[in-house]
C-alpha cells in the first residue's frame, strides 16, 4: 500500500503567500487582476473563490466591512458586481472602477464577509436602470481614453479624465457620438447579466443571523 499523495489535486490554501495574501471575505489567496493605473490606488488583485476584487497592497476584512457600510443604503449596501458580465467585459474599463476604489463587491463576496459579523444576506436584488448605466459607461471607457467621464458629467461619478487638453475634448466628443450605440450594446449585456444573476448593479438586505 502506498502513501503517496496524489499531485493532481492542489487546493486553493496552497497558492496563499506574500504575493498572494488571503481574501478577507473568504480567506482564499488573492490573485493578480488589474497592473496599476492612473486614479487607482494600486494595482488589482481578485479573489477567484467569491470575486472580492482589493486595489493596493494589503487587505483586511475590518476595513472591507467598513468599506461595505460605506455603500450602505436605508436597507443594505449597493454594490457595484464585480462578477458582473460588464465587468468581465470591460475589465480595466469597468464602470465600477474608481478612483479611491478599495473593495470591489460580488453578491457571494459580501455573504462570506458579513458571515465574520453574524449577518447574512437576506436578500439581493438587481438594479435594472443603474446597472443599465453603469455598463453603458463601461462600454464608454473602452473607446475614450479617460475613465468614466460620461458619467462624471451628469454627476453620477468620478472620472479620471485624460491627461492632454485634445485627449478631453475627443472623449468628451467620443461620448456624445457613442452614447446611443454604446446603449444599444449595453442593453443586451445588462439584460443577460440581470437574467444570469451577473447584473451590474445589486441592492443586498442584511439581516443578522
Ligand atoms: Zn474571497
Redesign the pocket.
Known amino acids: 500500500m502506498s502513501d503517496a499523495q496524489p499531485t493532481h489535486v492542489v487546493p486553493l490554501e496552497a497558492g496563499a503567500g506574500p504575493d498572494n495574501p488571503p ?6 489567496p ?1 490573485f493578480g487582476w488589474l497592473s496599476a493605473r492612473p486614479g487607482l490606488r494600486g494595482p488589482v488583485s481578485r ?6 476584487g482589493v486595489v493596493g497592497e494589503s487587505a483586511d476584512p475590518e476595513e472591507a466591512l467598513h468599506e461595505l457600510d460605506r455603500l450602505g443604503g436605508a436597507d443594505g449596501p449597493r454594490i457595484s458586481n464585480r462578477a458582473s458580465f460588464a465587468c468581465s467585459l470591460g475589465s480595466a474599463g469597468w464602470a465600477g472602477l474608481e478612483p479611491g476604489s478599495r473593495y470591489l463587491f460580488t453578491v ?2 459580501v455573504r ?1 464577509l458579513v458571515a465574520r459579523r453574524d449577518q447574512v444576506v437576506k436578500a439581493h436584488r438587481w438594479e435594472p436602470a443603474a446597472g443599465l448605466v453603469a455598463t453603458w459607461q463601461t462600454m464608454l471607457n473602452s473607446v475614450t481614453l479617460g475613465h468614466n467621464v460620461a458619467l462624471a458629467a451628469f454627476g453620477r461619478a468620478e472620472a479620471v479624465p485624460a491627461q492632454e487638453g485634445w485627449q478631453r475634448r475627443i472623449d468628451a466628443l467620443a461620448s456624445v457620438v457613442l452614447a446611443i450605440p454604446a446603449l444599444l450594446v449595453a442593453l443586451p449585456i445588462e439584460l443577460a447579466g440581470g437574467l444570469f444573476g451577473r447584473g451590474a448593479v445589486y441592492s443586498l438586505r442584511l439581516e443578522l443571523l
Open positions: 481574501c478577507p471575505a473568504c480567506g482564499e488573492l479573489c477567484e473563490s467569491c470575486g472580492l457571494e463576496s462570506r
